[in-house]
Structure formats: structure tokens, C-alpha cells
């Protein structure tokens, strides 16, 4: 299924940034080859200086700019520009910068050009009865094709991305596989995946339970429900190869590999590092908050997640065996049942604020900033002191433990390249925007800002995209704003399912991911629906 999605995303991104030029290039919509009414205030006067360049302010009106580009500005609009006058005629090439806060279509335009935020063009004028202003009609650079342009920069730039996130993983995936060496050394890893046996029996009965790859799969759950997601790789890939092993029909995911991805992409975690983190260098006062938010949201994408799986696996039903199937199943159906009906009042009705007012969101907000405190250097000094007390050699296994980040890092370049690039393309091309504008009236209706919205689309498909979607909203409207804690939240709640899927489904060539993605996705949609609940709950 992986190569279809994977197909589906580069040919709706193309499709899309095709579809769009077409339409941009039949309407217009950049005015080519038409002037616009503006005047360049010069910083010396024009009729006493008679040199071949000049600097001054570009200024266009209001009512000429929302005439021009059909466009709805509150007030004039004015660029530093730069003018290189033509011999013998009254005309000068412009050129200037815009910004982020700049009309859309300024900024489209800019973007068409080598430079990402400078516009050159020609404008004509006559000498106005001030000498300091001349006045006349401007003809902008040429805009052609523009999303297709950069749908072939994404293709570059997401190449790129995925090398440089690689290697900026190297720092921490080697402090936290230094810590796990100490742990598992320690025994302290077998611990854990003792205590989590009695779950894991239950969540893959196909699996005999002295198997090694239980074994893995405890431990690659164990590291990530400790925040240590590129610590956990190595233990699932182990895992799935594993799991092929017993496999006996190869090429196609077995029960046991769709639930054990389910609860990767649920994302489960104690301490989502990395969103925490950003929140920490954008000046947060209190970067950890969201712990506890995101704990309920990927405990929610779990649950849903594991129970998607549970429920697609007991499809396809056998022609006449309809009523057993349906009997055998009858108390799952009912649980599923029970629980989404639940999630719905929750979020739909006012039983979320019945729940606020009775549990005190203050006290709550309260022990999540107490734990959020300790939480990481407690895990350190647990997971080393531990060690220590084994008599484990807690520098020497720390480094050893460490040395395998780099090897990892690069391992997973290749899958990276792969799924980024497909992503790079669908959201350049504008398939993204059109996914928006389709789910808006959704997002409106359980209380999503839509600021939120490419945030949550954007955490299923790339991990450097939701990233920088994240650190883009939180610069802007802040890390401790509603909408910055609620993005860091979906951060931390859900997983990038189809890169785990591509990773892990790609180190054993499963071809056929069956009900994988599906019950991935579910966890996603869980998981964002619950952070919405819980962030609106807290802080709305």
C-alpha cells in the first residue's frame, strides 16, 4: 500500500501545482505585462541628480493595489526600492525586498525568482512638480509556472532536509542510546519488558511469548513510551525482522507487525523532547507544560490505534459466516462501541466542561508542571544511578552506547529522502491547501483554530514539515499562547506514520501493509481530537 500512497502523493502534488498554474496563467492572476499606478519617493531630487541609479520608497495606494490584484488592503503599502534609470527616456528599473508581512500576492511573485523575497520590474514616469517624487505606472517580473518551479526546488530542498535532519539527530539519539546501554547493561530494559509481558501476550497472541521478538518489540515500546524514539529504531527494526521470521506468508504484514506499528504511530510518550525543546529556544516560560497534554493525546491515539487493529484483522468475513463472525466479536464491537460514543460526548456536548469543573483544571495544570520539572533529569538520574548501582561501568558503556547514533543517523537517510521528497511535492504543489479548504468545516466544528489545521495534517506525513509548521506558528503567535501550546501539543500526541511505516515495512520488504495505515491513521485522528479536547479543557 505504502508505494501507492507514496505514487498518490507525488501525483496529486504535481497534479495540483499543474492544475493551479494553469488556472493562476488563464485568469491572470499576476497581472503580466500590466502596470500599476505608484510613485517612488527619491532621497535626493530627481531634476538635480542626474546619476544612473537612485534610492527611494516605492509607495502603492490601497485602491489602485485592490483594483489591480483584486485584493482587500486596509492601507497603503511602501518597499525601500532601488532605481536604475534608463538614457534618453523616462523609465528606471526597480527592484526591492517584501517580507512575510507583505500582500500574498507580493510575496508569490517574489518567490518566482532566484532571491525568495525580491520583486524587480520597470516603471515608467514623468518628473512630478516636485522634484523628490516622480509618479508613474510599474510592470512587475514576469510570473510563469510558479508551482511547478517549486515543486522542483522542493524536490532539492527535501533531499537536503532529510540529510540535515539525520544529522542533527546524531546529538541526541547518542546521549539517549548512551543512557539505554547503561540501562540495558543494568538490566533495568528487561525489567520493564517484564512488567509490560502480561500487555504485550495480550496484544500479540501470535507471537509465542518466549520469543525473541517479543522481546524486541518490548523494549522498542519501553524506549519510546520513555521519549526515546531513535533509541526505539533499532529495537523495532530488530523487531520486524523478527517477526518475519515467523512469518508465514513473506512480503505480507502479519497481526502482530500492524499492531506493533499501530502502537509506534500512536506515539506514546512521557516526555515529547523535541517539541519541548523548540518551545524552550522560542522563550517559553514553561517549555515541559505540555507533557501532561501530550500524554493524554497519545494515550487516546494508542488506544484507538491498537483497537483499529484489533477491529481490521478480523476482516474479510467468510461468505456465510457472517453471524459467528459477528457473535465472536460482539464484546469488541461493544467496547469500541462504548468508547467512541464516550469520546463524542466529550467533545460535542458539554460533558467536557461537567469533567473540568469537577476535577479543577488548575490542580491538574498544576501537577503537570511538577512532574514536567523533574521528569527529564529524574529518567537520567534513575536510568545512570541504577546502572552505578549494578556496577556497571557507567562512562565507558554510556560512550559504547552512544558511538551507534552516527551509524543509525545514516541508516535511515535513505527512507527519509524517499517519504520527505513524496511530502515535499504533495504540499509545494498545493494538494495540501486543497486538503485544508475540504476539512475546515470539520476542524470549525470541534473548536480546531484553523491556524492548527496544517499542523495536524502535516504531523502524519513528515516530521520536518510538522516541525517547522510547529516552530512557524509558535515564533509567531508564541510558545505559551493557546494555539503555540495546542501545536506543541499534536507534536507530542501523535507519530509521522507513514515514515515509520515506510521505515519499517521497507527493512523487511513487506510489500503488502494490510490494515496498517488505516489503524495508524485512526491513532493520528484520536490523537489530534483528544489534544484538541485536553488543550481547550487546560488553557482554552
Not at 71 to 80: G, N, Q, R
Not at 490 to 499: L, Q, V
Request: with cysteine; net charge neutral.
Amino acid at each position: 500500500m505504502l508505494n501507492y500512497i507514496w505514487l498518490a502523493l507525488l501525483f496529486l502534488g504535481i497534479g495540483a501545482a499543474v492544475t493551479t498554474d494553469l488556472i493562476n496563467q488563464n485568469q491572470n492572476k499576476f497581472r503580466n505585462g500590466e502596470a500599476i499606478p505608484v510613485s517612488v519617493i527619491l532621497k535626493s531630487e530627481f531634476g538635480k541628480d542626474h546619476k544612473s541609479s537612485a534610492e527611494g520608497e516605492l509607495v502603492i495606494s490601497k485602491k489602485d493595489f485592490n483594483s489591480f490584484y483584486d485584493d482587500s488592503l486596509k492601507e497603503d503599502i511602501s518597499y525601500p526600492v532601488k532605481l536604475t534609470f534608463s538614457k534618453n527616456e523616462n523609465a528606471a528599473g526597480i527592484y526591492f525586498k517584501v517580507s512575510k508581512s507583505s500582500p500574498e500576492v507580493l510575496q508569490e511573485i517574489a518567490s518566482a525568482s532566484g532571491d525568495k523575497d525580491d520583486i524587480t520590474g520597470r516603471i515608467k514616469f514623468q518628473p512630478s512638480l516636485r522634484d523628490s517624487i516622480i509618479s508613474g505606472s510599474a510592470i512587475f517580473e514576469e510570473v510563469k509556472f510558479l508551482k511547478i518551479k517549486e515543486v522542483t526546488n522542493s524536490i532539492l530542498d527535501y533531499a537536503g532536509i532529510a540529510v540535515n535532519i539525520a544529522i542533527g539527530l546524531i546529538g541526541i539519539m547518542a546521549l539517549w542510546l548512551g543512557v539505554m546501554k547503561v540501562a540495558e547493561d543494568a538490566g533495568l530494559i528487561k525489567i520493564i519488558a517484564n512488567l509490560l509481558k502480561p500487555v504485550t501476550k495480550k496484544l500479540f497472541p501470535d507471537v509465542p511469548a518466549d520469543h525473541p521478538a517479543m522481546g524486541s518489540m518490548i523494549m522498542n515500546i519501553s524506549a519510546n513510551v520513555l521519549g526515546l524514539g531513535n533509541a526505539a529504531t533499532p529495537f523495532g527494526l530488530k523487531a520486524m525482522e523478527e517477526l518475519e521470521e515467523i512469518n508465514p506468508e513473506k512480503g505480507t504484514a502479519t497481526n502482530a507487525m500492524c499492531t506493533f506499528l499501530a502502537i509506534n504511530t500512536a506515539g506514546l510518550t512521557l516526555i515529547p523532547a523535541t517539541a519541548i525543546a523548540i518551545r524552550a529556544a522560542a522563550g517559553s516560560s514553561e517549555p515541559a507544560i505540555i507533557i501532561g497534554t501530550s500524554l493524554f493525546g497519545s494515550i487516546s491515539a494508542t488506544i484507538a490505534g491498537v483497537t483499529a487493529a484489533k477491529l481490521f484483522e478480523k476482516f474479510p468475513v467468510r461468505k456465510g459466516g457472517f453471524s459467528n463472525w459477528f457473535k465472536s466479536n460482539l464484546k469488541l464491537f461493544l467496547t469500541v462501541g462504548g468508547i467512541i460514543l464516550f469520546a463524542a460526548l466529550i467533545i460535542f456536548s458539554g460533558l467536557g466542561k461537567l469533567i473540568g469543573s469537577v476535577i479543577n483544571p488548575a490542580v491538574i495544570k498544576n501537577i503537570i508542571e511538577g512532574f514536567s520539572i523533574i521528569a527529564i533529569p529524574l529518567l537520567i538520574v534513575v536510568f545512570l544511578g541504577y546502572g552505578f548501582i549494578k556496577k556497571v561501568k557507567v562512562y565507558e558503556q554510556f560512550v559504547e552506547g552512544a558511538k551507534e547514533g552516527f551509524n543509525i543517523a545514516v541508516k535511515i537517510i535513505p527512507y527519509l529522502v524517499a517519504m520527505l521528497f513524496a511530502i515535499g511535492v504533495f504540499r509545494a504543489g498545493g494538494a495540501m491547501d486543497w486538503l485544508i479548504k475540504i476539512l475546515k468545516p470539520f476542524t470549525d466544528l470541534i473548536g480546531m483554530p484553523a491556524e492548527a489545521l496544517p499542523m495536524a495534517l502535516m504531523r502524519p506525513l513528515s516530521g520536518s514539515g510538522s516541525l517547522g509548521i510547529m516552530s512557524e506558528i509558535i515564533s509567531v503567535h508564541g510558545p505559551d499562547s493557546f494555539l503555540g501550546i495546542m501545536v506543541s501539543t499534536f507534536y507530542g500526541s501523535t507519530e509521522t506514520t507513514f515514515y515509520v511505516l515506510a521505515l519499517y515495512f521497507g527493512a523487511v520488504n513487506i510489500k503488502r501493509t494490510r490494515h496498517a495505515l488505516p489503524a495508524g491513521l485512526a491513532a493520528d485522528v484520536a490523537g489530534i481530537l483528544a489534544a484538541v479536547f485536553i488543550v481547550r479543557l487546560l488553557f482554552g
